[in-house]
């Protein structure tokens, strides 16, 4: 039989005791701490800036004690959030975008626009989708080469609701309006985002390199050319890779392609081939009557998100059929937020291609 195996215990403690140095005291320079913190922060900021997915009513940081803010973003932040309320001592789960710094603050917040919900139909959807999409495919863009960068600048706006745990008074606000610039490379790895009115960044921003594969919740330029043209065989290829996600089948396939259409480079072909996919997808209708974040009027493929309450708006001028921005609208009361409240919108302003990331266009170096 083998012998079990036991723990050899050492012969004289109090001796090899004597053998180790005593423990040192704990405290840091505060110099040190300082700089411990600083490459924390920077490390977490990174990581996080990697992993864009896509999430919905996430609460954040509550100002203590007295008043509790939530907001809503495309791309979250969340441990780092989560960070930073542990580092500052915070109680409560949040998320960064509510001028929480670099120069925002309470003052970056105004009340929300309410709008007049247009209802919408499937009456002239499918032509509106066919010119929309021969707009789209005759859109002359440039391709990024290696070591150049896709620049994209927009101005946004993202919902923001104040709730008084003291006197149960809620109100609903929206960020300012405010410029948000984005730069990537084509296969994705490098990247740089500028969004510092409501404090997601500083004034110089912060880096989006990411080692992960690109996916359709993660895309690059690169990945997005090998995705099929036919508009069927992209719209099964989208309801596989979301299976499970989001608010169910048909909303988060609606929502991955608005995304894409919204702050990406694609081919014509794609572009055109993602409208055509969308037009599928049961729910969709055609409004007559929408506004982008920068007030241009135009027509709007849009889709009511039944458990959200509220309808995204896909905005195009109704001559040239450009895409002009995005629109978030409430379609009915909840959370203390009227029907017809805009909880988000944006405006796509310029797409280029750059020759360094943080160039801009038009300035030599794109």
Known sequence: MRTPWRRREPLDRVELARLFPGPGDPELPQDRLTTLEEHLMNEIQQHQARQQAELRQIPVFPPPPVVERRSRRKVALISAAVAVAVLAGVVGVGRLGLGQGGGGGAEALVPAPVV?????????????????????????????????FIYIKSQVSWLASEHNLSTGEEKTWV????????????DGRKGWLIEADNGTTSKEGMDLDSDV????????????????????ALLKKIYAETQGLGNGRNQEAFTVIGDLVMEQLMTPELTAALYRAAAKIPGVVLVDEAKDAEGRSGIAIARVDEKAGE????????KSYDYLGERTVRIREADGIAAGTVTARTAITQRAVVDEVKALPGTGKA
Do not use: C, N
Request: charged share 25%; glycine share 10%; proline share 14%.
């Open 116 to 148: 007049r919900v247009v209802p919408g139909t499937t009456r002239g959807l499918g032509g509106t989708v066919d010119r929309i999409s021969v707009a789209a495919g005759k859109e002359a863009l440039p391709e990024p080469g290696p070591g150049q």
């Open 175 to 186: 960020q300012k309006l405010h410029p948000r610039e984005v730069w990537m490379s084509p």
């Open 213 to 232: 594969e690109p996916h359709l919740s993660a895309p690059s330029y690169d990945y997005l050319k090998t995705l099929p043209t036919d508009p069927d």
């Open 311 to 318: 309808r995204t708006e896909w905005i195009f001028d109704a």
